[in-house]
């Protein structure tokens, strides 16, 4: 079935650099895409989330990009900090139905 | 405060023994879900529910049954039929349509 997929398993930052995690999808049909941050051991929370008709969204330290064209979603992270260390997902959803999401991207950051 | 709250967090079964984790929002929300994780894997869906006596089947339900008979509450049940069990297990919830969901804490199912 189609999927949500990321483009690496892992990123290393130092602290202050930006971070830049990237994520490929499938499914042109789907009417939000999220990223949700995950750390050890807890269940996923919400970082922020893009309708299908934006191709850009900012938040607090945070952006999504999202290029229909090539289907690519990503979440930048402006001056990362050690507590952003973090399992990061995206996930998709089409109204009615649950979301799905991709494997994720361990980002670590060095201070 | 409102919430979404899984039970126990850790669960130790012996092999070929049903279990049910247990989770229960008082968010109001109408959609609840079920995801299994494994070790450096995504979340996947287990079932999903969006409104009460109703639930449909995600991508992994064989060996895995659920119910929804109040709103608040979407109870798993992982069945001896489930071949490899051992997982953690998150439960979310959101609003109808709604691009979040909430998610509780997990539960970590161990089965010897």
């Known amino acids: 079935g189609e999927s949500v997929g990321l483009h690496l398993p892992t990123l290393s930052v130092q602290e202050g650099d930006n971070s830049i995690i990237n994520c490929a999808y499938s499914?042109?049909?789907?009417?939000?895409f999220i990223w949700y941050k995950q750390e050890s051991g807890k269940g996923p929370q919400f970082i922020i989330d893009i309708r299908s008709n934006m191709d850009k969204r900012q938040g607090q330290r945070v952006t999504v990009l999202l290029n229909k064209t090539v289907k690519h979603l990503s979440l930048q992270i402006a001056a990362t900090q050690p507590g952003d260390s973090a399992v990061y997902f995206c996930a998709e959803n089409q109204a009615g139905t649950a979301l799905i999401f991709g494997k994720g991207t361990t980002l670590s950051v060095s201070s | 405060d409102g919430g979404i709250t899984q039970s126990p967090k850790y669960l130790f079964r012996k092999e070929g023994q049903n279990v049910t984790l247990s989770c229960e929002q008082n968010l109001n929300h109408d959609a609840m879900y079920w995801y299994r994780q494994d070790p450096g894997q995504g979340l996947r869906l287990i079932y999903y529910?969006?409104?009460?006596?109703?639930?449909q089947k995600g991508d992994i339900a064989e060996g895995y049954s659920v119910s929804r008979e109040k709103k608040e509450s979407f109870p798993l049940t992982v069945t001896s039929a489930q071949k490899n069990p051992t997982a953690f297990y998150l439960c979310?919830?959101?609003?109808?349509?709604?691009?979040?969901?909430?998610f509780g804490q997990g539960t970590r199912l161990t089965v010897v």
């Open positions: 979310a919830s959101s609003y109808l349509g709604g691009a979040e969901a909430f």
């Open positions: 499914n042109s049909a789907s009417d939000y």
């Open positions: 529910s969006q409104i009460v006596n109703d639930f």
